[in-house]
Nanobody, 124 residues
């Protein structure tokens, strides 16, 4: 059974940092793009970041550009999201997703496996 399990969420003050992890099990995703999405209370799910299968290309949404960095360790079947300079508007449930292809996409339909999410709360 394929599983994506996020960890690393929590409560942090504005300006602080968190590092999210997403560990995959059940199959290897070393040939697949991976992505992070988030859903804030009362809002639609939105794209945050994505990375190609090799880690050679990463893509961020405008709202997190320069603050968040996505990386991957294919040997560990794990991806990461380093979040710096956090703002209250970053408060959301963050979801990890595995892509249908090797190349990163920004749409939810580009992904076919999803984790359960981890809560990130940024206080002002």
């Amino acid at each position: 059974q394929v599983q994506l399990v996020e960890s690393g969420g929590g409560l942090v003050q504005a300006g602080g940092s968190l590092r999210l992890s997403c560990a995959a099990s059940g199959r290897t995703f070393s040939s697949n793009a991976m992505g992070w999405f988030r859903r804030a209370p009362g809002k639609e799910r939105e794209f945050v970041a994505a990375i190609n299968w090799s880690g050679g290309g990463t893509y961020n949404s405008e709202s997190v550009k320069g603050r968040f960095t996505m990386s991957r360790d294919n040997a560990k079947n794990t991806v990461y999201l380093q979040m710096n300079s956090l703002k209250p508007e970053d408060t959301a449930v963050y979801y990890c997703a595995a892509g249908r292809t090797a190349w990163a996409g920004r749409g939810a339909s580009d992904y076919n496996y999803w984790g359960q999410g981890t809560q990130v709360t940024v206080s002002s």
